[in-house]
């Protein structure tokens, strides 16, 4: 069974400090994906990294920035938090099925989320 | 642009009884869709997804989808809903690049008793 795993299910910060969110992946998937989770709203993408040290910026990527030293973690950084980055942040991984000169979808594995308060 | 459109926010039903939960996409070429459920304090499991082929998919626990390509839906439902179904459903598209998926807003399912 894929198995991604975050490094925190709840935290509490205080505005102002740096935070780090840290997700492992153990199934050798080449994609991994940071989301945010708000009610009303859905999961909206943060960053996304399709190889190690490679990144794209999503649909929400202000305050945030994110780090992929090894294909198997991928780290969320929110530099100066605020409290309008309270929020549960997902993390996800998928693999890349390649069939001649094509990739094809495949499902994205999600870790249970780190729910992240700012005061 | 993909979008996705979740047409319920909430959907209440007694156990035993069926459930639809509605989906409409939008997307500029053939989509693949996906249909996640979120049980309480938990992440994301995959119930289903529709790649190409066949437009009706089965999937765990009884859940079934039918892609429906002239009506831009892939609505979710399921026979005989049980007590442990209740939980929020998401239903997304994919952009086809990277695997990148975009998500509905989610449908929090409630059975009752």
């Known amino acids: 069974d894929v198995k991604v795993t975050q490094s925190s299910r709840y935290l509490v910060k205080r505005t102002g400090e740096k935070v780090f969110l840290e997700c492992v992946q153990d199934?050798?998937?080449?994609?991994m994906f940071w989301y945010r989770q708000d009610p009303g709203l859905g999961l909206r993408l943060i960053y996304f990294s399709y190889d190690v040290k490679m990144k794209e910026k999503g649909d929400i990527p202000e305050g945030y920035s994110v780090s992929r030293e090894k294909k198997e973690r991928f780290s969320l950084i929110l530099e100066s938090a605020s409290t309008n980055q309270t929020s549960m942040y997902l993390c996800?991984?998928?693999?890349?099925?390649?069939?001649?000169?094509?990739?094809?979808?495949?499902?994205?594995?999600f870790g249970p989320g780190t729910r992240l308060t700012v005061l | 642009a993909q979008s996705v459109t979740q047409l319920d926010s909430h959907v209440s039903v007694s156990e035993g009884t069926p459930v639809l939960l509605r989906c409409n996409y939008s997307?500029?070429?053939?989509?693949?869709l996906f249909w996640y459920v979120q049980h309480p304090n938990k992440g994301l499991q995959l119930l289903l997804k529709?790649?190409?082929?066949?437009?009706l998919v089965k999937g765990i626990n009884g859940f079934e989808a039918e892609f429906n390509k002239s009506q831009t839906s892939f609505h979710l439902r399921k026979p005989s809903v049980h007590i442990s179904d209740t939980a929020e459903y998401f239903c997304?598209?994919?952009?086809?690049?990277?695997?990148?998926?975009?998500f509905g807003a989610g449908t929090r399912l409630a059975v009752h008793p």
């Open positions: 997307s500029s070429y053939s989509p693949s």
């Open positions: 997304a598209v994919s952009d086809g690049g990277y695997n990148k998926l975009i």
């Open positions: 199934m050798d998937h080449e994609n």
């Open positions: 529709y790649l190409s082929g066949s437009t």
């Open positions: 996800a991984s998928s693999l890349v099925r390649l069939a001649g000169h094509t990739s094809s979808t495949d499902t994205q594995y």
